[in-house]
Each structure stands twice: as structure tokens, then as C-alpha cells.
């Protein structure tokens, strides 16, 4: 099986993320664990993380060998977070400026969507609900960055170039977030037109961040600084730290995700430039 998996590294990519994307597909749409006071479809991403221990084990590889090991982690994961902060902390600033130029109000609120019993959208501000939210984004980024920037790399870098391995990966994180789009189609939210405005959206800006966590892994050799710059991206930036305007909130909220991400990304990419001599 070992043999197998590495002969052919694009095809059993595609197969890995199609049975992860499965679990991920029926969650959303059927379990809908997001939907209730837990507030997060997180069950395949335990999926995800069972997957890749099993396939770990058939490669005869452990955590270490695709950059989890470990010596480094609370560093890594430290440069991660301030990585993060520091560019989110313009990013809401320019989010605050916009809407304080169009409302004449601007405020900021600290708290976790969470969902009541009936269903309905509540702001819960409880301990419990923070430590569950850290939890929850700690085991999605765990799975996404272990399988798409871990195994993902482990495997296609025996036959491929960096470059095209962290593209294909880019490409594979991009469809991976499509089902959010999808499912707001499918319940009515949105329609065709603006599914496929905003499907290009999500893969164009989840590409954009597989390729920056790429570059930090190539350039740091472990995974540690992308998942704390990830764990930050889906933790504050869109869970727990909100902007206020007129009663409404977040309702810019990716403009907040365009500039953090964007600038981060630059950062990313500058110094990888200059250590490298080349972008890639």
C-alpha cells in the first residue's frame, strides 16, 4: 500500500480529499453540526484527522514527518499568531474607518455566535463557549493543515516541483470551501449567479492562503507558524472578535478578511523572495 500511495501521488491526493470532502459534504448539509449550540462542523475534521493517522501509519511516517513534530511548536505557533494579529489589527482598522465614514458609528464586540435550542442566532459570551470555539478551530486547523499542507506535500514532493505541488494544493483548499457557498444556494440564500461570484471567491481567497502556509512551511520546515496564523484567521478574525455598526454586525467582514489575509500574504511572500533569491 506504501508502494502504491507514493507511485501515484496526484491520484491518491484526489482520493484522500474526496473521502474527507465526503464527510465534510454530509456534515454540512445533513449532521449540520453548525447549526446547533456547538456552533461548528467540526466531527470531519476528527474524520480528517483519524484519516490521516491511518494513512500515516501505512507510509510508516509519524507527525514529525510532515512538520508536526515536537520541538518548535509553541514557538511556531507564537510567530503564527502575531503574524496574524498584526496584520488583522490593520485589517480592522481599515473595516472600522469604512464604516465609520458611511454609518458615523463604529464599535467593537467580543463575543462567539453561538445558536440557541430553537435555532435562533445568539451572541454567547460565556467561558465556556470561548474554550470551546479555541477547541473546536484547534482540531479544523489541526486536520486542514496536516492533511493539505503535510500530507499533501509529503506525497506530491517526491515527484513534483514545490511550486506545482503548493499550486494543485491551492487549487484542493480553494474546492474544499466551495460547500459553504453551495449550501447557502441550496437552501435559497443566494442565487446561481452569486454562487458562482462567490465559489470563485472562496477558492481564489482559500488558494491565496494555502500558498502563503506553503510558503511558511517550506521556509520554516514545520507546519507550526501557519497553523497559529490559522488558528487566528478562523478563531478572532471570524469568531469571536466582531465590528458593530448601526446595530449590524460584521456586516463588512471580508473586507476585514481581504486586507489580513492579503497583507499577510504579502509579508509572506517578500521574505520568502528575498531568503529564496525567488518567489518560488
Known amino acids: 500500500m506504501e508502494k502504491r500511495i507514493k507511485e501515484r501521488p496526484v491520484l491518491s491526493c484526489v482520493i484522500l480529499f474526496c473521502l474527507c470532502g465526503a464527510a465534510r459534504w454530509i456534515e454540512y448539509f445533513v449532521i449540520r453540526t453548525d447549526a446547533t449550540i456547538l456552533s461548528e462542523n467540526f466531527l470531519h475534521k476528527v474524520f480528517g484527522i483519524a484519516v490521516l493517522t491511518v494513512v500515516l501509519r501505512m507510509l510508516h511516517s509519524g507527525w514529525g514527518d510532515i512538520g508536526l513534530g515536537r520541538t518548535g511548536a509553541a514557538s511556531g505557533i507564537g510567530k503564527g499568531l502575531l503574524l496574524g494579529g498584526g496584520c488583522f489589527l490593520l485589517a480592522y482598522l481599515v473595516e472600522a474607518l469604512i464604516l465609520y465614514q458611511a454609518n458615523g458609528s463604529v464599535s467593537f464586540a467580543f463575543y462567539v455566535s453561538g445558536f440557541l435550542l430553537g435555532g435562533e442566532t445568539a451572541r454567547q459570551d460565556g467561558l465556556l463557549f470561548f474554550v470551546l470555539c479555541i477547541l473546536f ?13 503535510g500530507l499533501f506535500m509529503k506525497l506530491l514532493a517526491e515527484k513534483q516541483s514545490f511550486i506545482d505541488s503548493a499550486l494543485f494544493i491551492a487549487f484542493l483548499f480553494g474546492i474544499w470551501h466551495w460547500v459553504m457557498p453551495m449550501r447557502d444556494h441550496v437552501e435559497g440564500r443566494i442565487s446561481l449567479a452569486n454562487l458562482l461570484v462567490m465559489g470563485a471567491g472562496y477558492i481564489l481567497l482559500a488558494g491565496i492562503m494555502s500558498i502563503k502556509w506553503s510558503l511558511l512551511y517550506r521556509m520554516t520546515g514545520t507546519l507550526w507558524m501557519g497553523l497559529g496564523d490559522h488558528l487566528f484567521n478562523n478563531a478572532v478574525a471570524a469568531n469571536m472578535l466582531h465590528v458593530i455598526s448601526l446595530g449590524e454586525a460584521d456586516s463588512m467582514q471580508i473586507v476585514r478578511i481581504l486586507v489580513g489575509q492579503s497583507l499577510s500574504f504579502f509579508l509572506v511572500a517578500l521574505y520568502y523572495r528575498k531568503r529564496e533569491k525567488s518567489i518560488f
Do not use: P, T
Open 137 to 149: 478551530n484547534l482540531i479544523n486547523v489541526w486536520m486542514e493543515e496536516g492533511v493539505f499542507r
